[in-house]
């Protein structure tokens, strides 16, 4: 009997006609290109565990030791090696779902029109936000952790010398921010023996546009580019809204730090899936499944942050 006279079953032209748009919907879902995530964009994305992992275990490393000039016939060569401890995260599964009834299946088949993809990359896009807070942000309950409070990152205190006594930005000339950022970069350096150099600095939006669009007097060179030409560490300047507010008592934050798969990656064991259709009553449901593990620092020692910009 044809599903036209049984409210709950498509028939077999529905059922082929189901099947064919929801491949395409869901080919668009994967290749879709998502406004941009900083957090899925600015870390390197590791899926080397693989799907199902239960812990992803790691080593927290720093390396000691020196060279030196030696003498011919030398045997008292110095050692080098490197430490690190060990530790794990957990591996956390994200999931959700979207669905269509099977009255608006017939409806799109009897008016030839495609099933409407919005709730697919809606489900996506919901997937790719929470990989975005993990990649980010802590988590003690879940016991996973982000770039923007890693425990074993080096705190720096900026002078606060700015107009008021501020420590912003805004209220500092161009002399006293360039000196700010050198002292995030002397930082690392230092406890490091120079063996880690920064070459990323993060800022907030606001700030970001500060020195994007502040002028050198009458040279017509802004702030960020003369960064860029004069620093000979920081290759790149970027922004990233989450540090605003994010600081010791909601002050704005800045950061230093290597952003290569050496140092940090954003641990995703299993991208965003999309699983078979399920009926339930008279709507088909499509579960949508992903793992992630948070970030994971590798040389804490290489970043850097400081607050009340």
């Given at each position: 009997?044809?599903?036209?006279?049984?409210?709950?079953?498509?028939?077999?032209?529905?059922?082929?006609?189901?099947?064919?748009?929801?491949?395409?919907?869901?080919?668009?879902?994967?290749?879709?290109?998502?406004?941009?995530?900083?957090?899925?964009?600015?870390?390197?994305?590791?899926?080397d565990?693989?799907?199902?992992?239960?812990?992803?275990?790691?080593?927290?490393?720093?390396?000691?030791?020196?060279?030196?000039?030696?003498?011919?016939?030398?045997?008292d060569?110095?050692?080098?090696?490197?430490?690190?401890?060990?530790?794990?995260?957990?591996?956390?599964?994200?999931?959700?779902?979207?669905?269509?009834?099977?009255?608006?299946?017939?409806?799109?088949?009897?008016?030839?029109?495609?099933?409407?993809?919005?709730?697919?990359?809606?489900?996506?896009?919901?997937?790719?936000?929470?990989?975005?807070?993990?990649?980010?942000?802590?988590?003690?309950?879940?016991?996973?952790?982000?770039?923007?409070?890693?425990?074993?990152?080096?705190?720096?205190?900026i002078?606060?010398?700015?107009?008021?006594?501020?420590?912003?930005?805004?209220?500092?000339?161009?002399d006293?921010?360039?000196?700010?950022?050198?002292?995030?970069?002397?930082?690392v350096?230092?406890?490091?023996?120079?063996?880690?150099?920064?070459?990323?600095?993060?800022?907030?939006?606001?700030?970001?546009?500060?020195?994007?669009?502040?002028?050198?007097?009458?040279?017509?060179?802004?702030?960020?580019?003369?960064?860029?030409?004069?620093n000979?560490?920081?290759?790149?300047?970027?922004?990233?809204?989450?540090?605003?507010?994010?600081g010791?008592?909601?002050?704005?934050?800045?950061?230093?730090?290597?952003?290569d798969?050496?140092?940090?990656?954003?641990?995703?064991?299993?991208?965003?899936?999309?699983?078979?259709?399920?009926?339930?009553?008279?709507?088909?449901?499509?579960?949508?499944?992903?793992?992630?593990?948070?970030?994971?620092?590798?040389?804490?020692?290489?970043?850097?942050?400081?607050?009340?910009?």
């Amino acid at each position: 009997m044809g599903a036209t006279n049984n409210p709950l079953h498509l028939d077999d032209k529905e059922s082929v006609f189901f099947n064919r748009e929801l491949e395409a919907v869901k080919s668009r879902t994967y290749d879709a290109k998502l406004a941009e995530l900083k957090g899925l964009t600015l870390i390197p994305v590791s899926t080397d565990a693989g799907a199902g992992a239960d812990r992803i275990t790691y080593r927290r490393y720093r390396g000691v030791g020196f060279a030196k000039i030696i003498a011919d016939y030398a045997k008292d060569f110095p050692r080098v090696d490197v430490f690190g401890e060990e530790a794990s995260v957990k591996v956390k599964g994200i999931g959700d779902s979207y669905g269509y009834s099977i009255q608006e299946i017939r409806a799109s088949q009897r008016a030839g029109k495609q099933l409407d993809q919005r709730r697919a990359a809606t489900a996506r896009r919901a997937h790719d936000e929470m990989m975005n807070k993990m990649a980010l942000k802590s988590d003690s309950v879940n016991g996973t952790n982000g770039l923007l409070d890693y425990p074993g990152i080096t705190s720096v205190t900026i002078a606060a010398d700015g107009e008021g006594s501020s420590k912003t930005f805004a209220s500092k000339d161009v002399d006293k921010i360039i000196r700010d950022i050198n002292t995030m970069v002397d930082a690392v350096m230092t406890s490091t023996s120079a063996r880690e150099i920064p070459d990323t600095l993060l800022l907030p939006i606001a700030q970001y546009n500060d020195i994007a669009t502040r002028r050198l007097g009458s040279n017509n060179t802004t702030l960020l580019k003369y960064i860029l030409d004069t620093n000979p560490y920081i290759k790149k300047i970027d922004w990233l809204s989450e540090l605003k507010g994010i600081g010791a008592s909601q002050t704005d934050r800045m950061m230093v730090g290597k952003f290569d798969e050496e140092h940090i990656t954003l641990e995703i064991p299993q991208p965003f899936e999309q699983f078979d259709a399920q009926q339930e009553g008279m709507e088909f449901t499509i579960p949508c499944h992903s793992e992630c593990a948070g970030t994971i620092i590798y040389y804490p020692l290489a970043f850097a942050y400081a607050d009340g910009i």
